[in-house]
């Protein structure tokens, strides 16, 4: 039997492909509110406890500008079995939070931050540990639960390292397939490897990741996600600046250019509350800033459950100020509050 071709159908799908093969359409700037995620090890061991981030930080954050909130969680607290189900006590939690950011502003985004360097307890994913299946059914999940929202971003996975770069390319494609088979539409933050490096995008990972495809049509909602921090050997891990990471983030944007206008967010940067930082970190976010729609966004490490005696910390202080990092650096260059 010969089925009749509905041209309005056919029009249709083509509107619906035209409005989601659009670049990212709003500047973001925000903050990583940690806490889901403590003792969570770079080799994917999680051993607890965990902390919930504050709620009252959203809307501390949000009418200074901030509309973007990254909000990381340990593999194992959502789903305790590997491949196995989500533990609802936990998703019950972790949605509260990411409710409260949402709530917090009209034009409010949260990445739902998986955060786990691409292993599970030392294992890498479809490298000796996790098969691709396994990682990719808590993205399943997650979608099927997210997937209609278009102000979440889903944050594949945190920091990927030490790992055969072409194959975790083919996990990254797998967790793409599997969070539009569930029907969900959202952006997708596409990790690279050397923990996600915004200078190593380029040349290492970036290469492979421009082939992972999108089965919605086009890549714009495929967006390379990049960390950089600013001390003297990009860890995050001290409080002294000694880069504005300019030459980093230059040679980036001309690499997303030249590759068919793609696009990245820098979901990892900061520093410590140093006029080092105040001066490198303000010049970084400019930059960030100027270069948009390339460089989408920003958000900052770390507030969260974070204390004010972190050594990178932009928590708010018990009396409602901000910390002079945020002040100074990062404030100036939030979108601008709604």
């Not at 200074?64 to 491949?83: C, D, H, K, S, V």
């Not at 970084?284 to 507030?303: D, K």
């Amino acid at each position: 039997m010969t089925r009749s071709r509905n041209p309005y159908k056919r029009l249709l799908f083509a509107l619906v492909a035209a409005a989601l093969a659009q670049p990212f359409p709003l500047r973001l700037g925000g903050v990583n509110t940690a806490g889901y995620d403590f003792t969570v090890y770079t080799n994917g061991s999680f051993t607890g406890p965990f902390s919930i981030p504050p709620a009252y930080e959203y809307g501390h954050f949000s009418p200074e500008g901030a509309n973007l909130y990254r909000i990381p969680f340990a593999w194992q607290l959502m789903t305790p079995t590997l491949g196995g189900p989500i533990n609802e006590t936990f998703f019950e939690q972790y949605d509260t939070t990411v409710q409260a950011a949402l709530a917090s502003s009209p034009t409010a985004h949260a990445i739902v931050d998986l955060h786990n360097y691409a292993r599970w307890n030392g294992g890498i994913i479809s490298q000796g540990g996790p098969t691709n299946a396994e990682y990719t059914s808590i993205w399943t999940q997650l979608a099927e639960r997210y997937g209609s929202n278009e102000r979440l971003i889903f944050g594949l996975m945190n920091e990927p390292h030490d790992l055969d770069v072409p194959t975790w390319a083919e996990s990254v494609q797998y967790a793409v397939n599997a969070v539009r088979a569930a029907g969900a539409t959202n952006y997708l933050l596409l990790p690279g490897s050397n923990y996600t490096s915004a200078a190593a995008m380029p040349t290492v990972a970036g290469p492979y990741l421009l082939q992972v495809t999108d089965p919605l049509g086009g890549t714009e909602r495929l967006l390379f996600d990049v960390h950089q921090y600013l001390d003297y050997d990009n860890s995050g891990t001290h409080a002294e600046c000694v880069t504005n990471n300019t030459g980093v983030l230059e040679t980036l944007a001309t690499f997303l250019q030249e590759n068919g206008g793609r696009q990245a967010i820098l979901s990892e940067t900061g520093g410590g509350n140093t006029a080092s930082c105040e001066e490198y970190l303000g010049e970084e976010l400019a930059y960030v800033r100027s270069a948009y729609p390339t460089l989408v966004g920003f958000s900052v490490w770390a507030a969260g459950a974070f204390p004010t005696t972190y050594i990178l910390t932009v928590t708010p202080n018990a009396n409602g100020t901000d910390q002079p990092l945020w002040v100074d650096a990062i404030r100036p260059n939030l979108p601008p509050p709604v």
